[in-house]
């Protein structure tokens, strides 16, 4: 026991070490983040394939460091998460989202819609004690279909019923819920039937190899044939070439996100974007 223990040891290298207090001292910044306003939201355009018309945006949250920059969330995001801190940043994206839909149905377009991400830990912490998302849209005299929830496939494996009558609240109120990652979790039929899911976002890993006759091409046509079996639309995410769009389009993909049409945009520039799309 005692050699093994040694060899425990001998795994905490320097260089681990040094990963664990990095993410400590951003678990630490991330909570005076809040405070001083280092958040912002981006805005990716949701395009609809068939009439190239963009009415629904998926925010995507920014952390501008003090002192390390820009920092991703696919870096921050798990350690918001595994510190809890993820349910006062996820309150603050609704917040401000819900602020900008209310704006952009009226400057873009009336049945704009927005996106966002919601981690399995902010549906087992609602908001202390906070009115549910639904009470508050209703408050700023905004329809639940105003916004769409985007979960991962995880959170449908959690059966507990906290997490059941909460996707069902959702519905009630006419949240929307898309499942995002489409295809790389423990993807089932069962749960599809299950829950009341609006939309599939196919990840971008079967959307990056998409040529004429690849695996991933019949894999996206099954899954838009099978969503739209069970009434759901299809987003395809990671959206780069003109290829990978017409190929999409054909297969009868609903939506279509990624660089191809636009990086992610800070509200204004998403407006000027938006005038710049409109078909004339
Ligand atoms: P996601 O929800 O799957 O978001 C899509 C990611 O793909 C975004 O990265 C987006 O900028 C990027 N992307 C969009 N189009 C393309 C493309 O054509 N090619 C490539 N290679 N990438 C593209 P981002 O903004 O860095 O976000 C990373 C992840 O962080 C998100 O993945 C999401 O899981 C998480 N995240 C971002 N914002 C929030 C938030 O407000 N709340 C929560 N809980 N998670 C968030
Ligand atoms: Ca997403
Ligand atoms: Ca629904
Ligand atoms: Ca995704």
Known sequence: AKGAGRNRFSFFTP???????????LAHDLRSGLQEQQFRLVYQPIVELATGSVHKAEALIRW????????????????????????????????????????????????????????????HHDGHGLQPWASRLQAMGLPGACMVVEIT???????STRVTEHLLALGDAGIQVSLDDFGTGYSSLSYLQKFDIDFLKIDQSFVRHLVPGATDLALCK????????????????????????????????DYAQGYLFSHPLAAADFEAYWSASRPT
């Open 64 to 123: 501008q460091h003090p002192t390390r920059g820009l920092v991703s969330p696919a870096h921050f995001i798990p350690i918001a998460e595994s510190s809890g801190l993820i349910v006062d940043i996820g309150e603050w994206v609704f917040q401000q989202a819900a602020r900008q839909v209310q704006t952009w149905r009226q400057t873009l377009h009336p049945d704009f819609q927005i996106s966002v991400n919601k981690s399995p830990a902010q549906f």
């Open 153 to 159: 496939e995880g959170l449908l494996l959690d059966t």
């Open 15 to 25: 260089a681990l070490q040094e990963a664990a207090q990095t993410r400590a001292r």
């Open 222 to 253: 099954a899954i838009i044939v099978m969503a739209h079996a069970l009434g759901m639309k299809v987003v395809a995410e990671g959206v780069e070439t003109t290829l990978q769009r017409d190929l999409l389009t054909a297969a009868g993909c």
